[in-house]
């Protein structure tokens, strides 16, 4: 197998699920929020600082809109307890003094391990030499004309030495970006700052339920339009400016995150809950789970659900569906109107907890003490 096959495989995780229908009487009846919730801020000594109270309760969780996926229907009654949650995506700054008190190195500085990798491949793949083993992680590169959007190995590359400090390639560094997101971290190295810091990763229910900031199926963050005053409200890739995933700096500069905070905060006072970089969560992903809470729980209220047992997904191409998967959140600065729209509360995908991307970066959530 060589390097391209192996670019290819590992690209499937940002692959995009297909249309599907939920219940509409859940929510007709519950009018949305009209005012936005107190917004409390830590004051470091009820949990540390940067981070905000997510109050808890009640929610319908998943989505019916005209954009929603078959993996988040049907809409279902869920309850999460109160909790803390950053304010913001763990950023560069806040990921290197992780790395310089504890010398952490990340997924993308290591060789990449055969038994992580070989259960996204079809099984009996090959192993491939030893030459193919480089550290190094998944960088979108985009292209220089408009392509079918149907083969996504187009704009994405296996990009050696790629991490955290060199988030698109050796060249590349995060120079000035301390306030951006830290991006190019595999969900075991989102643990291991997690326990460095005394949090944990939300579950998809505590995500999606603070991505809401207090909105009754919204269809975004902060309402049913895309736009507020002709202005976008989250860092997407505009459409209108330059097609997706053509890359011409002339026209809209460099495409990737930006400063956390350059939008607008939701109703708990988090910011980028979608867009800019997509967001690890602690739950496996199966494409059928809300399916399976539904049938499982019917119109009763699911309390604090934890996630499924294992991964499923049928449909990411060449991969198999029970490999691995955990859920990612938000969206990124890549996701437009024409070929990704996750920049939705209730959007969710799976992606190899092993690969590191170049969108992709987390933020965490602390318990009560009381």
């Known amino acids: ?142 292209t220089k004309n408009k392509v079918n959007l149907n083969d996504y190995s187009q704009w994405w590359a296996f990009v050696p030495s790629a991490n955290w400090r060199h988030p698109t390639g050796p060249k590349s560094n995060i120079d000035g970006k301390g306030s951006h997101p830290v991006v190019q971290v595999s969900y075991e190295d989102a643990l291991a700052y997690a326990n460095w810091a005394g949090k944990r990763l939300p579950t998809e229910a505590e995500w999606e339920f603070a991505a809401r900031g207090g909105l009754t199926q919204a269809t975004y963050v902060w309402g049913d339009q895309l736009e507020q005053a002709g202005k976008l409200q989250a860092n997407i890739w505009d459409v209108k400016k330059q097609a997706f995933p053509v890359v011409d700096p002339n026209i809209v500069g460099e495409a990737g995150t930006s400063a956390v905070g350059t939008f607008p905060k939701n109703g708990y006072g988090l910011f980028d809950m979608t867009g800019n970089a997509w967001q690890w969560v602690a739950d496996w992903y199966r494409a059928d789970y809300f399916a399976m809470q539904a049938k499982e729980y019917g119109n009763s209220i699911i309390n604090n659900p934890q996630g499924p047992s294992n991964a499923y997904d049928p449909a990411d191409f060449g991969v198999p569906p029970n490999a691995p998967k955990r859920v990612i959140r938000g969206g990124s600065f890549l996701c437009n109107e024409d070929y990704c729209q996750s920049y939705r509360p209730s959007a969710r995908r799976g992606s190899d907890p092993f690969s590191p991307m170049s969108h992709l970066g987390f933020r965490l959530v602390k318990d009560s003490a009381s």
């Open 1 to 142: 197998m060589n390097i391209k096959r192996r670019t290819i495989l590992l690209a499937a995780a940002i692959a995009v699920a297909g249309g599907g229908s939920a219940y509409f009487y859940l929510y007709k009846k519950t009018p949305r929020l009209e005012a936005s919730p107190v917004v409390i801020h830590s004051d470091g000594k009820n949990a540390p600082l940067g981070m905000v109270w997510v109050p808890g309760g009640e929610f319908l969780m998943g989505g019916d809109s005209k954009q929603a996926q078959a993996n988040e229907k049907p809409v279902h009654r869920v309850k999460v307890s109160g909790f803390w949650m950053d304010a913001t995506h763990v950023t560069n700054d806040q990921f290197a003094q992780f790395v310089k008190e504890t010398n952490y190195r990340t997924t993308a500085e290591q060789l990449p391990d055969w038994d992580t990798i070989k259960v996204q491949l079809p099984p009996g793949t090959p192993r491939p030499p030893a030459s193919a083993f480089v550290p190094g992680a998944m960088v979108f590169v985009g």
